[in-house]
Nanobody
Framework: QVQLVESGGGLVQAGGSLRLSCAAS????????MGWFRQAPGKEREFVAA????????SHADSVKGRFTISRDNAKNTVYLQMNSLKPEDTAVYYC???????????????WGQGTQVTVSS
């Protein structure tokens, strides 16, 4: 099994930046595709970004393209989400996920952490 712990959330003003981290344990993530989802109050969980195990393939939701970037450091068993130009509508709990399949992690399958709250004030 893979255990995932997110960190780095907080309160930031619109236009600001945050970097979320997702530390994995239990298995090396080098064989896993990793992803980020978010869930705002009263809304369904939505895909944000994903990266293949090798890091060669990435995918970002249209709503965050050009502002958010997923990256990984397999040596540290950690995945990151750099979030720039934050907007109030980015307010949500952000979850990190892992699956051996890139397509599966984009669909929300696999292992998931407990989430970290991001709040963007206007």
């Amino acid at each position: 099994q893979v255990q995932l712990v997110e960190s780095g959330g907080g309160l930031v003003q619109a236009g600001g930046s945050l970097r979320l981290s997702c530390a994995a344990s239990g298995r090396t993530i080098r064989n896993y595709a990793m992803g980020w989802f978010r869930q705002a109050p009263g809304k369904e969980r939505e895909f944000v970004a994903a990266m293949s195990g090798s890091g060669a393939v990435t995918s970002h939701a249209d709503s965050v393209k050009g502002r958010f970037t997923i990256s990984r450091d397999n040596a540290k068993n950690t995945v990151y989400l750099q979030m720039n130009s934050l907007k109030p509508e980015d307010t949500a709990v952000y979850y990190c996920g892992a699956d051996v399949s890139f397509g599966a992690v984009k669909a929300g399958a696999g292992y998931w952490g407990q989430g970290t709250q991001v709040t963007v004030s206007s």
